[in-house]
Structure formats: C-alpha cells, structure tokens
C-alpha cells in the first residue's frame, strides 16, 4: 500500500469530523516560535487540536509539540498511520486521543480534557489589534497603544482569568474564520486564522 500523505489524512479527519456543529481551522499557530497546530476544533466552547504524524514524520519531535499543544488545548489527538501507532502511544499522555488513519479515521483511544491548559500560552493566540481591542473594551488600555503585543498579552494576564481568556480567544478565532471564510471562493474549504 502506498503512504499516506497529510493531504490524505488532513481530508479523513476532516471527513470524520463532519456532521458535527464543530469551527475547523488548519495550520493554527500556536506559539511565537510560529509552531502550528495541524488541527484545530473549536466547538461548544472547547478546544481540541489535532498533530497528524505521516509515515515519513519523525515521532521523536511529539514531545516539544506535547507540550505546546497541552498547554493551549483542552483536549489533545494524535493522528497517525499504523506504522507510528505503537510508539505514538508510549509518547503521548494517557488524556491525549489517538487515531489511526489506513485510509480511514480509526479511532483507537478517545481524548479527555485536561486541566493543564495555561492562560499565559493562550493568550499568544490573540493577534495585537485583538489584544489591543479587547482591552480598550475593558478601559484599560491606557499606555499600551504603539506598544508590542507582548505588553498587551501581560496587561490581560493580569486583569483576566484562564476563563474569561478562553472564551475570549475562541470568540476571536471564530470571528477570524468568519471573516476569512465570506471572502473565500465557492468550494473552498480551509479556514486560516
């Protein structure tokens, strides 16, 4: 049988995923480092991302994505092919789902939420006019203005809780997606944030 590639994949777990109400975004940055999610599902105020793992990808970079997806996500799943399956699961936390993909989505372990998300890499989700916005919103903005997003980023840290930053961020990524999506062509499936 020929290897799958991510394309292939990406289109399964898409495949699998649809039916339900659930936002799909590709390639969602997640950390300064411009490291992406493959994966990401926003849905019923939940975030879950998925890494897809080909054939041809290294496992041995899950731990650093373990741990930038962990930190972000609610709920966390591995998509793989059978060749990686094994040495996957000794890899990824016992809370992290796992699907195998041959051509089609298996689903070998279900993911639970966690409660290691942290607010501080959450926050990196907001863009600067997002940042900016939401905390004029809030009145307190005052001396962030021409600043660097980063300032921003810790002016909400400190004024807001993990909470009340997740549902923001999920309303910013889902507006994003809105925007994107109204100008996209006829047909077009990926959203980009």
Known sequence: ???LKGTDMRQALRQHLAGTSARIIDDLVISQQSDKADIAVIQHGHLHGFEIKTDTD???WLRKEIS???AIFDSCT??????HQASAASVVPSWWGIYVCDPDISVIRAAQPHANVRAEALVQLLRKDEAVHWLKQLGIQRGLIGRIKVAAWERILETQTLEIIRSHVIRCLLSR????TSRMLPGTRRLYP
Request: aromatic share 6%.
């Open 1 to 3: 049988m020929t290897a």
């Open 58 to 60: 290294s496992v041995g």
């Open 68 to 70: 930038c997806y962990s």
């Open 78 to 83: 591995l998509v793989t092919t059978p060749k």
């Open 177 to 180: 997606s809105h925007r994107r």
